[in-house]
């Protein structure tokens, strides 16, 4: 495996665990990627509760404050979840959730360029991983190259036994396409 699809598959990765990471000392679950201002704001708990705050990371002041809806049973994770939604915050900055007998969610940005990273970051994965061409690029300060590569085409073989070739030149390597 070259280090392009390699830094790229940690790359998804990442983003992915960006995505749908929660804090481990609490049972809050959000979007710790952010939120844009105009969006719903909404984060799940799994345990019994009533009130929460949302808190500017930079200063501790209460932003907003609210009440729960719940529990109710989440048919896929067979849990009982209370709903605090936060959609009203709409200043851009930094915040977490702090919900009354439970604890504190990770921090969480609401901004309006919030994904642009995370885009960018994709998009750049997906560049990485072309073959058929040379590819070179810096990313993090990382230089990622490789030659061209996976210019024939391919043979059915394995699907019909018949030697047939099939036009399978460029692409993008792990595209599961197989």
Known sequence: MTSVVRHAATTAAVLLSYVLVFSADTNIRLNSLGF?????????INVQCSKFTVVKASDNAVA???TVTGPALHAGTGENICIADFSS??????YYLNVEGVGRSPNFPVGYHIYDSAYYTAMRGMYLMRC??????TYKGNS???AACHTYDAYLDYYSNAHT???????????GDY
Do not use: L, M, N
């Open 132 to 137: 058929g061409t040379a590819v070179t690029g």
């Open 144 to 146: 990622y190259r490789h």
């Open 165 to 175: 070739i099939k036009d399978s030149k460029k692409g993008w390597h792990d595209a």
């Open 89 to 94: 915050v709409t200043d851009e900055g930094t």
């Open 36 to 44: 844009i201002p105009w969006q719903t704001k909404r984060a799940s």
């Open 64 to 66: 907003w404050s609210g």
